[in-house]
């Protein structure tokens, strides 16, 4: 049976702006099982990095969780003192950011970084934490690894940095591992063997992995299962299959035939999704994707709720309503996204 390792239920997270509250995060409910790979994929500004950082507690002011519930081996964790997430944070629970030359402390050795976490949270001596720093980075594919670690962040290049910050993320051997565009500004080398990097962690049944991209070509070849965020929303979730082969709702088929296409070796016109993202300053009461949906209709102005396509397989679509019943809590009740809260 499978074991479930991360819960979210109806996060909203919110930034106080001059103009008005931000509402990043509308509602987003969705699961993590122990060992799995799911991607989270969507538009900038969709609300991907900011549901990951409410995962990690890192959301700051004038950010702020102001509904919903995080749960992670059936803990609460939003209420959690910061003495308590130092010790979850980077051990159980670690995060690779998009931009690692950001991530690493510029003045410091590779090594002394690395090992500072490894001794934090396993309890090595200097010597042991070090030798498994340089195994860690030879594990991620740095060459020389014995040198590398006595190298500052800036002898780097981008890609290796990548690995660095993944090297550190797994030094711990964490349940779950969130990762944040880890292949943006890449070259397609380096790309392909951080992939690679991650389709080995797909085979490791201790680490689940939750991948954070715009890239769908990433998801289909390293995810189990997928969530579609639009508008600080859930638009559609499934395995692979179902949102390549089987998708439901207009904005995922919408990402799906924006994405170039390589057989056939002709020239292809794509198809851009066009308009704008929602205000998120004042988002639409009904669909979000309404003003941009070719096939929007008068009562998308309200919110549909959630409807049970298939086995793990969900839309927020008024076009599914015929077909598929809506998706119900436990208490029985049918999850309309915000209205419950």
Same mark, same amino acid.
């Given at each position: 049976?499978?074991?479930?390792?991360?819960?979210?239920?109806?996060?909203?997270?919110?930034?106080?702006?001059?103009?008005?509250?931000?509402?990043?995060?509308?509602?987003?409910?969705?699961?993590?099982?122990?060992?799995?790979?799911?991607?989270?994929?969507?538009?900038?500004?969709?609300?991907?990095?900011?549901?990951?950082?409410?995962?990690?507690?890192?959301?700051?002011?004038?950010?702020?969780?102001?509904?919903?519930?995080?749960?992670?081996?059936?803990?609460?964790?939003?209420?959690?003192?910061?003495?308590?997430?130092?010790?979850?944070?980077?051990?159980?629970?670690?995060?690779?950011?998009?931009?690692?030359?950001?991530?690493?402390?510029?003045?410091?050795?590779?090594?002394?970084?690395?090992?500072?976490?490894?001794?934090?949270?396993?309890?090595?001596?200097?010597?042991?934490?070090?030798?498994?720093?340089?195994? &860690? /980075? %030879?594990? *991620?594919?740095?060459?020389?690894?014995?040198? !590398?670690? $006595?190298?500052?962040?800036? #002898?780097?290049?981008?890609?290796?940095?990548?690995?660095?910050?993944?090297?550190?993320?797994?030094?711990?051997?964490?349940?779950?591992?969130?990762?944040?565009?880890?292949?943006?500004?890449?070259?397609?080398?380096?790309?392909?063997?951080?992939?690679?990097?991650?389709?080995?962690?797909?085979?490791?049944?201790?680490?689940?992995?939750?991948?954070?991209?715009?890239?769908?070509?990433?998801?289909?070849?390293?995810?189990?299962?997928?969530?579609?965020?639009?508008?600080?929303?859930?638009?559609?979730?499934?395995?692979?299959?179902?949102?390549?082969?089987?998708?439901?709702?207009?904005?995922?088929?919408? &990402? /799906? %035939?924006? *994405?170039?296409?390589?057989?056939?070796?002709? !020239?292809? $016109?794509?198809?851009?999704? #066009?308009?704008?993202?929602?205000?998120?300053?004042?988002?639409?009461?009904?669909?979000?994707?309404?003003?941009?949906?070719?096939?929007?209709?008068?009562?998308?102005?309200?919110?549909?709720?959630?409807?049970?396509?298939?086995?793990?397989?969900?839309?927020?679509?008024?076009?599914?309503?015929?077909?598929?019943?809506?998706?119900?809590?436990?208490?029985?009740?049918?999850?309309?996204?915000?209205?419950?809260?």
């Amino acid at each position: 049976m499978t074991e479930r390792l991360l819960s979210v239920d109806g996060l909203r997270v919110s930034f106080r702006t001059r103009d008005g509250d931000n509402q990043a995060v509308r509602g987003v409910s969705f699961h993590i099982d122990a060992g799995e790979t799911v991607g989270i994929v969507g538009e900038s500004g969709s609300g991907k990095s900011v549901t990951a950082k409410a995962i990690m507690s890192l959301i700051q002011p004038p950010g702020e969780i102001i509904a919903g519930s995080i749960e992670f081996r059936g803990e609460r964790l939003n209420d959690l003192p910061e003495k308590t997430w130092r010790k979850l944070r980077g051990n159980r629970i670690s995060m690779v950011f998009q931009d690692p030359m950001t991530s690493l402390n510029p003045v410091k050795r590779i090594g002394d970084q690395m090992t500072e976490v490894i001794r934090r949270h396993r309890g090595l001596k200097a010597d042991e934490a070090l030798a498994e720093a340089i195994r &860690l /980075l %030879r594990e *991620v594919g740095i060459a020389d690894p014995e040198r !590398r670690v $006595r190298q500052y962040p800036h #002898e780097f290049s981008g890609g290796m940095r990548q690995r660095v910050m993944i090297a550190m993320a797994l030094s711990c051997s964490p349940e779950l591992l969130i990762a944040d565009e880890p292949t943006t500004a890449l070259d397609v080398t380096i790309q392909a063997q951080i992939l690679e990097l991650f389709k080995q962690l797909k085979a490791n049944p201790d680490t689940a992995v939750a991948l954070i991209t715009h890239d769908l070509g990433v998801v289909a070849q390293v995810c189990t299962r997928v969530i579609v965020m639009y508008g600080g929303m859930i638009m559609e979730e499934g395995t692979v299959e179902d949102i390549f082969y089987r998708a439901q709702h207009p904005y995922t088929l919408g &990402l /799906l %035939r924006s *994405v170039p296409k390589r057989a056939g070796g002709g !020239r292809e $016109r794509l198809i851009a999704i #066009e308009g704008t993202p929602p205000d998120l300053l004042d988002p639409p009461p009904g669909c979000p994707f309404m003003e941009r949906c070719p096939h929007a209709m008068a009562k998308c102005a309200e919110l549909p709720p959630m409807f049970h396509i298939g086995p793990g397989h969900r839309s927020l679509c008024w076009l599914a309503e015929d077909d598929h019943p809506p998706e119900k809590s436990a208490s029985g009740d049918v999850r309309h996204k915000e209205a419950t809260l």
